[in-house]
């Protein structure tokens, strides 16, 4: 928790600017709140390190996508349409869904008047909080301000960040990595306030997804760090040793490193995600009792508790709508009186670092795929041209090795079958930047107050939203086609 407010100069951020979402304008305000170096939870947590034997974190994971489905194509929230079109598919779960988005508001008010001690960590995407707001649902948001505003429950709940429209990053335009990530900052402060902003340290990437392409990873590597996170949540599988192998201390932090075709390294501390069914797992509490099966590790000369780290999405199936209240419940009840307890990632990494560890004793890993490619590119020679060359040379000898990143699942591509939204997606982002980059240099960076670049730069996120592609051909590639028409109209007519 934060003393003080960060600046009291800033100003109190709107959330609709024009009727657009506040995604842009305020970026030197929102830099001066992220990069504040305080400890978060160190000043009152009320966890005793040396007498724990183990810890587990859990995330809930939350999203629903911007559609262009509203009165005369206006653009809503899919949970909006859900509600409004109950008897079509499963449209009939809008109303538990939404209480998901709520019910945390109340179950951890609920355990800490009753003596309990629990812990959560939650991942919304930008637009599902603008569309909750879009939809009158200010009583969700009410809930939510509760447990993230008041300082009784805030040692208990940790936000993470994430892609403000829930794009997977290896496809993302490279450019747009560090635009999504400053989008949901700014929606995130406008919501919920600069002290809340101030706590989000922890970064939670959509679909687990890593890019393992070496430019890409450092892009994103190098964006988190300048947005001030210092760790991001990853899936076990896609890391790997520098050696090419499978990871050997899942349940400690790791040191992902990355290293571009230049050769510049850059790393940020890793929680590793566990493999497994997530949504059954998280619903079912299970972190807490693989944990209970585990002991203290060393870690450079600092003996420290484990830590299994899981995500889920915290709405979906039947499993979380309706077996994680009371699994959640339960085990809080349970470890009263345990030497395992639940953390927040930042909470543990700080416990930690206190006791004496540096993220150079964390084991280290890298997106998986590479030591393939640094097998062929030695450090001293490492040039754009020779990682181009031995990744094409990698592709004709094996058919299964690829650059296009890994996620949460191994049989599921986001690139392969969806070049007519790929295609686009990239055209539309070279057009954007094309546009608004000489007007960005003209203004000394004062153009992104402005309302034709906010509605550019939406179209621009928008469009790269998962779903058009992880929902398939049909209906949702036919609303990334009319995104696209709309951005590049407001490209084209507008400047």
């Not at 100003?11 to 709140?33: D, T």
């Not at 890593?210 to 991001?232: Q, S």
């Not at 591509?413 to 007519?420: D, I, L």
Request: overall charge negative; hydrophobic content about 35%; glycine content about 6%.
């Amino acid at each position: 928790m934060l003393t003080s407010s960060p600046k009291a100069t800033l100003p109190q951020l709107s959330e609709l600017i024009e009727g657009l979402p506040n995604i842009s304008g305020w970026e030197e305000e929102v830099m001066s709140v992220v990069k504040q170096d305080k400890p978060v939870f160190l000043p009152t947590t009320n966890i005793k390190l040396e007498e724990i034997t183990a810890t587990f974190a859990i995330a809930l994971h939350m999203h629903q996508p911007t559609i262009p489905a509203g009165w005369n194509g206006e653009f809503i929230s899919n949970l909006q349409h859900m509600f409004e079109h109950l008897q079509e598919g499963d449209n009939h779960n809008a109303g538990p869904f939404a209480y998901c988005y709520s019910r945390m508001g109340d179950f951890i008010p609920e355990l800490v008047a009753d003596g309990c001690n629990p812990r959560v960590m939650l991942d919304y995407s930008g637009n599902l909080l603008w569309g909750l707001r879009q939809m009158g649902r200010g009583d969700v948001l009410d809930n939510l301000k509760r447990i993230t505003c008041d300082p009784t429950y805030q040692p208990y709940v940790e936000w993470l960040g994430t892609m403000w429209s829930h794009a997977v990053v290896p496809s993302t335009p490279i450019p747009d990595i560090k635009l999504h990530i400053q989008a949901w900052q700014h929606y995130f402060a406008a919501v919920f306030g600069w002290d809340a902003l101030a706590r989000v340290k922890g970064f939670s990437p959509p679909e687990m997804h890593l890019p393992n392409n070496p430019d890409t990873l450092f892009e994103f590597v190098k964006a988190l760090k300048e947005c001030g996170y210092r760790w991001l949540l990853v899936q076990e599988h896609s890391v790997e040793t520098l050696d090419g192998q499978s990871l050997q201390y899942k349940h400690l932090p790791h040191r992902l490193v990355a290293r571009n075709s230049k050769g510049e390294t850059i790393s940020i501390t890793a929680l590793i995600k566990t493999q497994g069914s997530d949504t059954k797992l998280v619903a079912q509490m299970q972190p807490y009792y693989e944990a209970k099966t585990l002991s203290r590790q060393q870690v450079g000369k600092v003996s420290i508790p484990p830590i299994v780290s899981q995500i889920g999405d915290g709405e979906n199936g039947g499993v979380m709508m309706n077996e994680f209240p009371s699994a959640f419940k339960k085990a809080w009840y349970e470890m009263k009186n345990q030497n395992v307890v639940g953390v927040n990632g930042t909470e543990y990494l700080e416990l930690i670092e206190a006791a004496g560890c540096t993220p150079d004793d964390y084991p280290t890993c890298q997106a998986v795929n590479q030591h393939q490619i640094w097998q062929r590119v030695p450090a001293e020679n490492c040039t754009p041209e020779a990682v181009a060359n031995a990744i094409n040379e990698l592709k004709q000898n094996n058919h299964n090795f690829h650059m296009d990143g890994a996620s949460w699942t191994n049989n599921l591509s986001w690139v392969k079958g969806y070049e007519n939204v790929l295609t686009p997606m990239n055209e539309l982002s070279a057009l954007f930047h094309e546009k608004v980059e000489p007007l960005l240099q003209e203004s000394g960076g004062k153009f992104t107050k402005e309302c034709r670049y906010r509605e550019a730069l939406m179209n621009n996120l928008l469009l790269q939203t998962s779903c058009f592609r992880y929902w398939g051909q049909g209906a949702w590639t036919d609303y990334a086609r009319e995104i696209y028409s709309r951005g590049e109209r407001v490209l084209r007519s507008n400047f």
